[in-house]
């Protein structure tokens, strides 16, 4: 996993502290969907499937 960079981090902060509670949860979210997308791509197809083997798992209880 790549080291996050300490700079964009507080800017990243000082960004966020004139938002209101909904403006920072919208900027979060339309953030957390393009990454998930992103992560989804840069994986190979069994890379996933292990993933969702672990999740399905987790969901029902059973040790993999």
Same mark, same amino acid.
């Given at each position: 996993? !790549? ?8 800017? @990243? #902060? ?7 509670? %909904? %403006?920072?949860? %919208?900027? !979060?979210?339309? @953030? @957390?969907?393009? +990454? +998930?997308?992103?992560?989804? !791509? ?7 499937? %292990?993933?969702?083997? $672990? !999740? &399905?798992? &987790?969901?029902? @209880? #059973? $040790?993999?």
């Amino acid at each position: 996993m !790549a080291k996050k960079n300490a700079a964009a981090v507080s800017l @990243g #902060k000082l960004r966020m502290k004139g938002l209101s509670q %909904e %403006e920072r949860s %919208e900027l !979060a979210r339309s @953030g @957390g969907l393009k +990454g +998930g997308k992103k992560r989804a !791509a840069s994986l190979t197809k069994s890379q996933r499937s %292990e993933i969702a083997k $672990k !999740a &399905a798992a &987790a969901r029902w @209880g #059973k $040790k993999v």
